[in-house]
């Protein structure tokens, strides 16, 4: 059976080490652009958009990240595209709101 180990202490207070320093905030107001070497954009929480480089390329990257051990990491939910993607997106966007209005 294992030994039970008890560390002691050499301080005289019950408190454990104490930060003076704020915690930095995690959230960003809507449509805010985050401190990051990506640029990034917050859409809604956890909804970014990123842009990003991979395997050379570079991509527009709108998903919804999760926490993790402190970092903010991708998840399944999202959508890359390619700046020309983007553009055609962008291009289509009278088009989407005159859908949306139609429907609201």
């Known amino acids: 059976m ?4 008890k560390e002691s202490s050499s301080s ?8 003076r320093n704020e915690p930095p905030e ?3 107001k809507s449509g805010s652009r985050t401190n990051d070497k990506e640029p990034t954009w917050v859409l809604q929480g956890t909804k970014l958009v990123k842009i990003r480089e991979f395997k050379g390329k570079v991509y527009i990257d709108i ?3 999760y926490e993790k051990n402190g ?13 020309e993607m983007w ?5 289509l966007s009278d ?9 609201c």
Request: no cysteine; charged share 40%.
């Open 26 to 28: 995690k959230k960003s």
């Open 12 to 19: 005289d207070s019950d408190e454990g080490p104490v930060d």
């Open 71 to 83: 970092d903010l990491l991708p998840g399944k939910k999202g959508i890359s595209l390619t700046p």
């Open 95 to 103: 088009e989407i709101n005159e859908a949306i209005s139609s429907r």
């Open 2 to 5: 294992p030994k039970n180990k």
């Open 87 to 91: 553009r055609k997106l962008l291009s």
């Open 63 to 65: 998903r919804e990240f």
